[in-house]
């Protein structure tokens, strides 16, 4: 039988094959996935034992300061929990992966109270702007009992968008609800300026002037207007 040389091969690659090959390729090349921190490692060993709760208290900790999604399942458990909640929301505002504040927003609908109110803040600490619809129809809800708590999240995030619904509130809430909304609406100001727009925080400084009687905030919100003038100028 004749030797086979290259040349003598037909050229009838299928694109399949070529898609076959490239994938083969590919993955020889692919990036192995990272091992875990060591700290957090063992910090998700302790949440999983029966260590007390000043051993877990802690853990959740190291986790925010050296965990990734993978310490995200074990610290969302964790924030219905008389004690551990707290500590566990402070984990998930220092774990950056998208999938901590997607656990936080899940939590929304199943706390009360304290712990609800704990989350509302953790997503502002966060700025997590994927929360601004539930974060929003909380603070036009007084019935859920954090609606402070929201509009100072919203304060926190400060988007156009955030600083809308602290505007609805200063324009037409209620008069126990626009103390709250100013106080957010100072500090949404302060990030819009940052995200040069300064529209829409003279905007948003100009309802707080006139949504309140004279007073501190008010006076506030008009040396941040008149600091904005003589900036633009």
């Not at 997503?123 to 702007?129: A, K, Q, T």
């Not at 009992?145 to 995030?157: F, K, P, Q, T």
């Not at 957010?184 to 995200?195: C, P």
């Amino acid at each position: 039988m004749p030797n086979l040389t290259l040349g003598d091969l037909p050229m009838t690659v299928s694109r399949s094959s070529i898609s076959l090959f490239a994938g083969l390729a590919l993955a020889g090349c692919a990036t192995p996935p990272q091992p875990q921190n060591p700290t957090s490692t063992a910090a998700l060993a302790v949440l999983a034992s029966e260590a007390g709760v000043h051993e877990k208290a802690r853990a959740c900790q190291q986790l925010g300061d050296f965990g990734g999604p993978e310490a995200v399942p074990a610290l969302a458990r964790l924030l219905s929990h008389e004690v551990l909640a707290d500590y566990a929301r402070s984990g998930l505002e220092g774990i950056a992966d998208p999938s901590a504040g997607q656990a936080l927003r899940q939590a929304l609908g199943t706390l009360q109270g304290r712990n609800l109110a704990g989350v509302v803040n953790s997503l502002g600490v966060r700025r997590e702007r994927a929360a601004l619809p539930e974060l929003q129809a909380l603070a036009l809800d007084p019935k859920r009992g954090v609606a402070a708590e929201a509009m100072a999240s919203l304060g926190m995030i400060g988007s156009v968008e955030a600083a809308r619904t602290l505007q609805q509130i200063l324009k037409n809430g209620p008069a126990d609800q626009r103390v709250p909304a100013a106080h957010a609406a100072l500090v949404a100001a302060e990030h819009l300026v940052r995200a040069k727009n300064a529209a829409a925080a003279r905007d948003l400084l100009n309802d707080v002037v006139h949504a309140l009687p004279a007073g501190h905030l008010p006076a506030v919100a008009q040396r941040q207007l008149d600091a904005l003038k003589v900036a633009k100028n």
